[in-house]
């Protein structure tokens, strides 16, 4: 499997594969992971480090991936030692080193596609680059509809979708976290990315203290505070913990423990993977009415959805639940129940079945012949 963003930096994509990866091999399965790094040290000894990442603005985010001749190398070597059944592209359509090894790799190659951008069109203006480069892959996957969407519109091609997956038992099995009171809000995420929407969220609750209504807030995710609560209440900020990012058993337990999950993102997400974790630990969710949102939701039978950026109409959502503690046992029993075709045991075995069918012929991955990034043309190209 090929990851384009740094191993050790928090993000959905790498959770998906490390999970799949664990999933593959408790199946028996023989893993290797290719992925950038910022600390080679700490890896597991079934990673591969291609080297430090870089920085780029994508869809909305900065995204660290590793790209160029030394990545290029790296790959080559990686693939042409390993004598791998199969290899499993991870957003091989970005500049990253997914579309490195798709240009390197000859054989059985599956791509799967998590990014969901209809906007962002200049992403995928190099078509004629990717498209020989796609074209190459046995199999296509998309982690929902509006990732399969962005595919079909700029790449022209099409892809089963298979959603992320999920522990589900992790979720919804353990203990509680005893430092949060019971009329808890929560929010998970990188919560200085515009697009997560805090913000939005903050702007909700403020409504909610000018209405009277007890609460608390915890926000948890990497991220620098310090420029969310100078803009908050002297209230709001009284009732408001930042945990800083949290470790998977810690962020389990918060979501097992709070009365509301929300999720106010503004854009670009292609799946909603909290949502998911969310519903398994048994916390009802109020999410913004994204595609992707929408799809993990079930068109809102599974939880709340407002419009995105509505501010005030997510205060009239969460004053109503707060209040409603039997509609929050409803979307709890009913969230848990959705989210179990999230599962590993459901989508890892969607993905093995890919597996098995474009690996049937017996055909090895190697190299090929590709050229791009030879050394007699790094200093010129590069």
């Given at each position: 499997m090929v990851s384009p963003y740094g191993w050790d930096l928090p993000g959905g994509v790498q959770a998906h594969i490390h999970d799949l990866a664990l999933y593959c091999m408790a199946q028996g399965h023989d893993v290797s992971v290719m992925a950038p790094a910022v600390?080679?040290?700490?890896?597991?000894?079934?990673?591969t480090s291609s080297g430090r990442p870089i920085a780029i603005p994508y869809n909305g985010a900065v995204a660290r991936v590793a790209f160029g001749p030394v990545a290029n190398r790296r790959v080559r070597k990686w693939i042409n030692e390993g004598e791998f059944d199969?290899?499993?592209?991870?957003?091989?359509?970005?500049?990253?080193?997914s579309l490195l090894a798709c240009w390197a790799a000859e054989g059985p190659l599956v791509g799967t596609f998590h990014v969901s951008a209809p906007?962002?069109?200049?992403?995928?203006?190099?078509?004629?680059?990717?498209?020989?480069?796609?074209?190459?892959l046995h199999a296509r996957i998309a982690v929902s509809e509006t990732a399969r969407t962005t595919l079909t519109d700029?790449?022209?091609?099409?892809?089963?979708?298979?959603?992320n997956g999920i522990n589900h038992s992790d979720f919804a099995v353990g203990s509680r976290a005893t430092d949060l009171p019971k009329r808890t809000?929560?929010?998970?995420?990188?919560?200085?990315?515009?697009?997560?929407?805090?913000s939005i969220l903050l702007e909700s609750c403020e409504i909610l203290l000018a209405r009277g209504e007890q609460f608390h807030l915890v926000v948890a995710g990497p991220g620098d505070a310090s420029e969310f609560s100078e803009t908050m209440s002297a209230e709001l900020r009284e009732r408001t913990q930042f945990l800083g990012r949290v470790s998977e058993s810690r962020k389990q337990e918060v979501l097992r423990s709070i009365a509301l999950y929300v999720a106010p993102n503004t854009g670009g997400e292609s799946f909603g993977i909290i949502l998911a974790e969310a519903m398994a630990a048994?916390?009802?969710?109020?999410?913004?009415?994204?595609?992707?949102?929408?799809?993990?939701?079930?068109g809102g039978a599974a939880g709340e959805i407002?419009?995105?950026?509505?501010?005030?109409?997510?205060?009239?959502?969460?004053?109503?639940?707060?209040?409603?503690?039997?509609?929050?046992?409803?979307?709890?029993?009913?969230?848990?129940?959705?989210?179990?075709?999230?599962?590993?045991?459901?989508?890892?075995?969607?993905?093995?079945?890919?597996?098995?069918m474009v690996s049937a012929a017996g055909?090895?991955?190697?190299?090929?012949?590709?050229?791009?990034?030879?050394?007699?043309?790094?200093?010129?190209?590069?």
């Open positions: 600390d080679e040290s700490n890896l597991p000894d079934w990673v199969l290899l499993h592209l991870h957003e091989p359509a970005i500049p990253s080193l906007k962002q069109k200049a992403i995928y203006a190099v078509g004629p680059i990717l498209e020989p480069a796609i074209e190459k700029h790449l022209d091609t099409d892809a089963v979708v298979i959603p809000i929560g929010f998970i995420g990188r919560f200085e990315e515009p697009r997560k929407g805090l048994g916390a009802p969710v109020i999410a913004s009415d994204l595609p992707a949102f929408q799809d993990v939701l079930e407002f419009s995105v950026g509505d501010s005030a109409e997510l205060a009239a959502r969460l004053s109503a639940l707060l209040s409603d503690p039997s509609r929050r046992e409803q979307l709890k029993a009913i969230g848990q129940k959705s989210s179990h075709r999230f599962d590993w045991s459901i989508v890892g075995e969607s993905i093995l079945d890919i597996y098995r055909e090895k991955v190697r190299l090929g012949s590709d050229l791009r990034f030879s050394r007699d043309r790094e200093d010129k190209n590069l």
